[in-house]
């Protein structure tokens, strides 16, 4: 089922990004550009259910922060946050 969606979804971008340069639309040219959000919101569900499944239920969230943290010495995200600006 996971692989039928994601061939699915492929096959969707793949015309999506032939038809707007072939018909040199605007709406076409639009979707293709935004097209990209939507699959990565379904990539991530996917990932979650592949996890899921790997895994069998058994959570290693806590064993990641512990990583995180040994890397680190903090959490990477809220270390992060501290810089307004990337560069």
């Known amino acids: 089922m996971i692989v039928l969606g994601s061939f ?4 969707v971008a793949c ?3 032939y038809a707007a340069r072939a018909a040199d639309s605007r709406v076409l040219q639009c979707l293709h550009y935004w097209g990209a959000f939507p699959l990565v919101v379904f990539t991530y569900k996917q990932v979650y259910f ?4 790997i895994y069998q239920g058994r959570d290693r969230d806590q064993l990641l922060i512990a990583v995180d943290r040994a890397l ?13 600006i990337p560069i």
């Open 50 to 53: 592949m996890i899921r499944s």
């Open 8 to 11: 699915a979804a492929a096959v």
């Open 72 to 84: 680190f010495g903090a959490n990477p995200t809220e270390w992060l946050a501290g810089f307004p």
């Open 15 to 17: 015309t999506l990004a």
